[in-house]
């Protein structure tokens, strides 16, 4: 459980290569540690490698064939190879076993926001901030989805929520930015790149 822990702690700061060992000596010394195999596919996912992640995520099914999160990072994985029919079905069976996922009702807004589905994509934001009311990326995402249908009051005020709920997260403070230009108010646009940068120079 310590190697599991050291590597969430690397992928929560974004050291997904780092990350990749302390979960394998995980598995090596649990190898049914169904989660371990799940961060190790999350882990080889936002580093590219999309084969291991995927062989990852089925073995964690093997594991445990309702497992939610691991339908989840199968859609995030269809999702980046840019098979967004196959990348709803997995969502929505990480949603059929676990209504409460939040996460998995963000990135299945996500995908609709890209198919320009605003209005879907905000029912599903809002969904998320329901199971979880403090879900800081969900009110980020719900105030790109309204700036998307020109409600630029309601998109302002949901991804301040965001900030205040994470206000070490550069993602509100971005996204407000690209509000700001749409809106040619390049000060306040400037202001929040910015704050970003203070947060993640990166």
């Known amino acids: 459980m310590a190697y599991y822990y050291l590597g969430l702690s690397l992928l929560s700061h974004r050291h997904y290569g780092e990350?990749?060992?302390?979960?394998?000596?995980?598995?090596?010394?649990?190898?049914?540690?169904?989660q371990a195999h799940l961060a190790l596919?999350?882990?080889?996912?936002?580093?590219?490698?999309?084969?291991?992640?995927?062989?990852?995520?089925?073995?964690?099914?093997?594991?445990?064939?309702?497992y939610a999160a691991?339908?989840?990072?199968l859609g995030r994985l269809f999702e980046v190879q840019g098979q967004d029919d196959q990348a709803e079905?997995?969502?929505?069976?990480a949603l059929e076993i676990?209504?409460?996922?939040?996460?998995?009702?963000?990135?299945?807004?996500?995908?609709?926001?890209?198919?320009?589905?605003?209005?879907?994509?905000i029912d599903l934001f809002?969904?998320?901030?329901?199971?979880?009311?403090?879900f800081s990326g969900a009110y980020t995402r719900?105030?790109?989805?309204?700036?998307?249908?020109?409600?630029?009051?309601?998109?302002?005020?949901?991804?301040?929520?965001g900030q205040t709920l994470s206000p070490q997260d550069p993602d509100p403070y971005v996204s407000l930015a690209r509000i700001y230009v749409e809106l040619q108010s390049f000060r306040r646009a400037e202001a929040e790149?910015?704050?970003a940068l203070a947060q993640d120079n990166d």
Do not use: C, W
């Open 89 to 93: 079905q997995q969502y929505r069976k």
């Open 193 to 195: 790149i910015q704050a």
């Open 19 to 34: 990350a990749t060992e302390p979960l394998k000596i995980a598995m090596d010394l649990q190898p049914d540690y169904v």
């Open 98 to 121: 676990n209504v409460a996922f939040a996460d998995a009702y963000t990135h299945l807004g996500d995908l609709y926001l890209r198919k320009n589905r605003p209005e879907d994509a």
């Open 126 to 134: 809002l969904k998320a901030i329901s199971v979880k009311p403090d």
């Open 41 to 66: 596919g999350d882990a080889y996912l936002k580093q590219g490698d999309t084969t291991e992640a995927r062989a990852e995520y089925l073995r964690a099914l093997e594991l445990q064939p309702g």
């Open 142 to 161: 719900l105030g790109v989805a309204y700036a998307k249908e020109k409600s630029y009051n309601d998109a302002i005020a949901a991804i301040r929520k």
């Open 70 to 73: 691991a339908f989840h990072g």
